[in-house]
């Protein structure tokens, strides 16, 4: 499978320390190549991926074709759009209050704090893959500080503060012991989801 992919992955996964990692990298890669092939009727071998001045990888050449990709555990997830997207997955661990302290707003923290015990943790890993979906849309990552923005859950899902480029939609999906975010800018859309058992 190797073959299939581009020189970077190949340097990128050999640099992993451990063989699963390499393995999830190797599986991102060729979901993105499959995914558009199908998307735009050419081969995956013809596709050429360039990255932007923050190292989010994106389609040369190609305008309306937007990707996102996460893996974490059992999972390797992407989301496809015609216009800026991001997703994120991560496996329910512990809730650490140090941590939201530190890397969420004050409101999300205190929310965390005002919850039962036995939500915290799931509510922890919902801001955490939301925010980390905003800033893969955003097209920037971890260069948007964490704390310099917040998410309210209810009602609905709310971006607050922050300085986005445009109006975005939030989802999250629970996945057994994970959970998954998305955030996209596409009016209308209907989330899909699709495994590969069922393509």
Not at 85 to 103: K, N, Q, S, W, Y
Not at 106 to 119: F, K, Q, T
Not at 175 to 184: A, E, P, V
Request: net charge positive; glycine share 8%; hydrophobic share 40%.
């Amino acid at each position: 499978a190797l073959d299939w992919i581009s020189r970077e992955r190949r340097i990128k996964i050999a640099r992993y320390r451990r063989s699963e990692d390499g393995k999830r990298s190797l599986i991102a890669e060729l979901l993105m190549r499959r995914a558009a092939a199908l998307r735009l009727s050419v081969k995956p071998g013809q596709l050429t991926f360039d990255h932007n001045p923050y190292g989010r990888p994106y389609l040369a050449n190609v305008r309306h074709f937007k990707f996102s990709v996460s893996h974490s555990g059992e999972f390797v997830v992407i989301a496809v759009g015609r216009r800026p997207i991001g997703v994120d997955v991560e496996r329910v661990g512990r809730c650490e209050l140090a941590v939201a302290t530190r890397f969420f707003s004050p409101a999300e923290a205190d929310y965390i704090r005002s919850l039962p015990e036995s939500e915290q943790a799931r509510t922890f890993t919902t801001f955490w893959t939301l925010k980390e979906s905003y800033t893969k849309a955003e097209g920037k990552g971890l260069l948007i500080p964490f704390p310099s923005f917040g998410f309210q859950l209810r009602p609905d899902i709310r971006l607050v503060g922050g300085r986005a480029k445009r109006s975005y939609s939030f989802e999250t999906i629970a996945l057994g012991d994970y959970c998954l975010s998305i955030c996209h800018s596409e009016p209308g859309a209907e989330i899909v989801l699709r495994t590969m058992a069922e393509e």
